[in-house]
T-cell receptor, first 112, second 116 residues
């Protein structure tokens, strides 16, 4: 069965802190994605990766960076968290050339 | 560029009555279209997918959607709502990328409430 896991379900951080969100998939997928979800806006793509050490900016990359050192793991980094980064963060993966993405349960981040 | 418009932000139905969630898309070519569902505090789950085969697509939990090219629509329906259908539903179009990977473009979502 397909599985994408995220390291935390809920996270509370202070403004200016460095924040790491981790995502792991066990399906040997090449592509991995980070989205943020806000009410009324749907999901917006932050970054994606199509291979180890490869990354591409999505639609809203400002204030974020990513790391993919191993195929199964994709990390989202908030270098200096700000209150406008309070959101739900969703990770997804898909095989190379595949259109269907498989999602993790999400991390709800609150920045105070 | 592709885009998706979900015509209703909230839909409320009674248990046992039909469900209709409306979606219009914009695409310069024949698109791949999806419906995903998100139950409270859960990740997104694929309900169904259209990829230019049959225009009527059947999904999980009794849902189906019909692709209508002339109307650029991909509405989601279910004949009889169940309490467990209460969730947020996202209509999604796939954007092909010359690099060989696909990006998903999400609608804003429709929250479905089901009343006893």
């Amino acid at each position: 069965d397909v599985k994408v896991t995220q390291s935390s379900r809920y996270l509370v951080k202070r403004t200016g802190e460095k924040v790491f969100l981790e995502c792991v998939q066990d399906m040997d997928h090449e592509n991995m994605f980070w989205y943020r979800q806000d009410p009324g806006l749907g999901l917006r793509l932050i970054y994606f990766s199509y291979d180890v050490k490869m990354k591409e900016k999505g639609d809203i990359p400002e204030g974020y960076s990513v790391s993919r050192e191993k195929k199964e793991r994709f990390s989202l980094i908030l270098e200096s968290a700000s209150t406008n980064q309070t959101s739900m963060y969703l990770c997804a993966s898909s095989p190379w050339g595949g259109e269907t993405q498989y999602f993790g349960p999400g991390t709800r981040l609150l920045v105070l | 560029a592709q885009s998706v418009t979900q015509l209703d932000s909230h839909v409320s139905v009674s248990e046992g009555t039909p469900v209709l969630l409306r979606c219009n898309y914009s695409s310069s070519y024949s698109p791949s279209l999806f419906w995903y569902v998100q139950h409270p505090n859960k990740g997104l789950q694929l309900l169904l997918k259209y990829t230019s085969a049959a225009t009527l697509v059947k999904g999980i939990n009794g849902f189906e959607a019909e692709f209508k090219k002339s109307e650029t629509s991909f509405h989601l329906t279910k004949p009889s709502a169940h309490m467990s259908d209460a969730a947020e539903y996202f209509c999604v179009v796939s954007e092909r990328n010359p690099g060989g990977y696909n990006k998903l473009i999400f609608g804003a979502g429709t929250r479905l409430a089901v009343h006893p």
